[in-house]
């Protein structure tokens, strides 16, 4: 069983920032495709931003020029940095990876955008 656990989440006004981490139990990590979901209270979870393998990016609109997605293969980590917080960016927000069937989903962290 893959575990993948967040942290990083907390409240933060708008305008802040945050980092956000997902270790992964997979000594293979480095040969999957990763992203950043989220789910808001009564919404779908989205995909928010995706990284390769090899390193190469994706964001969806609402958080493009404003996360940055990036791992560390070493530490089996992926991190979104999200900056210029806004109030719709509050969410659970979780990894897993990208394309094929998911990993069993951790229990996210929560990000909270409020003054």
């Known amino acids: 069983q893959v575990q993948l656990v967040e942290s990083g989440g907390g409240l933060v006004q708008p305008g802040g920032s945050l980092r956000l981490s997902c270790v992964v139990s997979k000594s293979t990590f480095s040969i999957y495709a990763m992203g950043w979901y989220r789910q808001a209270p009564g919404k779908q979870r989205e995909l928010v931003a995706t990284?390769?393998?090899?390193?190469?990016?994706n964001y969806k609109d609402p958080v493009k020029g404003r996360f940055t997605i990036s791992r560390d293969n070493a530490k089996n980590t992926a991190y979104l940095e999200m900056n210029s917080l806004k109030p719709e960016d509050t969410a659970v927000y979780y990894c897993n990876k990208y394309g094929g069937s998911w990993w069993n989903w951790g229990q996210g962290t929560q990000v909270i955008v409020s003054s």
């Open positions: 990284i390769t393998s090899g390193g190469t990016t």
